[in-house]
Structure formats: C-alpha cells, structure tokens
C-alpha cells in the first residue's frame, strides 16, 4: 500500500525556525495535508496543499511541495513553546482514503 | 460552536469483552469518520459514515464495526476484544464526504485499554 514516512524527533531553540519533512509514494496524491496534536487531545489541521501547488504560506507557517520528489515539508518560523506537539504528515490520492505519517515530535527548548 | 465530543474518554476491558464508543460530530456536519491511533502502526483509517451509509472502509477486520444515527451521531463496536485494539480511537466530522477537501474536525479521542 502506499506510504508515507516522516522523521521521529526534532528538536529546536525557541524563536529558530523549524522545518518538518516528510516523503510520500502515491504518485496520485491529491491533497496533502499537516495536521499537529497536542498532549490529551485529538488532530487539528493546521495547512493542506492542494498538487498542483508548490508552496503555501500560512502566517508563520509554509508548506513546500515537490512533486518530483514526492516531498513536502512543513516550515514554522519563529517556533515558540506552544509549537511544540506532534505533527502529521496525511495525504489523499485517488481513494478517499488518507495516508498519515508516524509523526513527528517536535520539542522546543527556550 | 461546540466541538467533536467523543466518550467515554477512558475505557479498560478485557479480551473477549466487546465495546462501543460514541461520537457527537459537530452541529450540521454530516461525515463521521474513526481512527486507530497505536504507536506500533500509527494513525490508521477505520471507517466513515455519511447520512447513516458507512461511505468508506479501511483495513480492518469484521470486528470492527460502526453506525451512524439520523443526528449524525456516530458509534463505534469492537467485538471479541484482543490485546491489540488497545489503543486511542478518533472520531472526525466533516461538511462533506471524503477527506478530499473536507476538513476533518477531530475529537480528543477514547484511550481503550485492554487487559
């Protein structure tokens, strides 16, 4: 079945920017999607990205697509502490089915 | 505008034993969808449900079964309970079908734990 593969960990200095990767197989990705969840709670989207876009910027987030590659990345400029949390990596191809990651810890030191 | 309630929100049982969870999607919102969520293999799709027809299904066995009533609301039944249903169950809700475009709303989950 198809994949989707992120790193575990990352670990950031408060006020650096953080940038999340994640790699996909389903050459018919759709939509693309970051979602974060925090201690206790459930998911909660935070950008999608449509295919046949390359970036998106959302406030201090901005999300890369390279389709080629089948690799997206999620980038927070100025993390601060309440960034920290896990983030998903999901995408949709031809089901409607999504794909998620494993997540990816993001810790933020002050 | 009152969020995706699941509950309960913790739940033990034992093998054998069968259990139903429940979803209270938001107001208007039509699709109910449930994950697995386990550190083993992660966020797994369960199944969705849209205008009390289950839409979609993921890979799981019969066990794992749902419904949805006229108000949307949505249950969750897992029969014949084993040690590796254990895990953090998501309910979802969202305008329209699908994940295509349709922002899923999630709830804070059911810790099921099985002994």
């Given at each position: 079945g198809e994949?989707?593969?992120?790193s575990l960990f990352l670990s950031v200095r408060e006020g650096d920017s953080s940038v999340i990767n994640c790699t996909y197989t389903d050459s018919s990705s759709t939509y693309l999607y970051w979602y974060k969840q925090e201690p206790g709670a459930g998911l909660q989207l935070l950008t999608?990205?449509?295919s046949n876009m390359d970036m998106k910027q959302d406030q201090r987030l901005t999300v890369l697509l390279n389709k080629k590659d089948k690799h997206l990345s999620l980038r927070i400029a100025d993390t601060q502490t309440g960034d920290s949390a896990i983030y998903f990596c999901a995408e949709?191809?031809?089901?409607?089915?999504?794909?998620?990651g494993r997540g990816t810890s993001?810790?933020?030191?002050? | 505008k009152a969020g995706v309630t699941q509950t309960p929100r913790y739940l033990?049982?034992?093998r054998g034993q069968q259990v139903t969870l429940s979803c209270s999607p938001i107001s208007g919102h039509r699709s109910v969808s449930w994950y697995q969520q386990t550190p083993g293999q992660g966020l797994q799709?369960?199944?969705?449900?849209?205008s009390e027809t289950q839409r979609n299904k993921g890979n799981f066995p019969g066990r794992f079964s749902g419904r949805q009533f006229s108000n949307s609301r949505s249950e969750m039944n897992v029969s014949t309970l084993e040690l590796g249903d254990s895990a953090l169950y998501?309910?979802?809700?969202?305008?329209?079908?699908?994940f295509l475009g349709n922002e899923q709303f999630f709830g804070?989950?059911?810790?099921?734990?099985?002994l």
């Open positions: 994949d989707v593969e992120q999608y990205i449509f949709t191809g031809g089901s409607y089915i999504p794909t998620f993001l810790i933020v030191h002050p | 033990i049982k034992t799709f369960l199944f969705e449900y849209f998501l309910c979802a809700s969202s305008l329209g079908l699908g804070p989950g059911t810790r099921l734990t099985v």
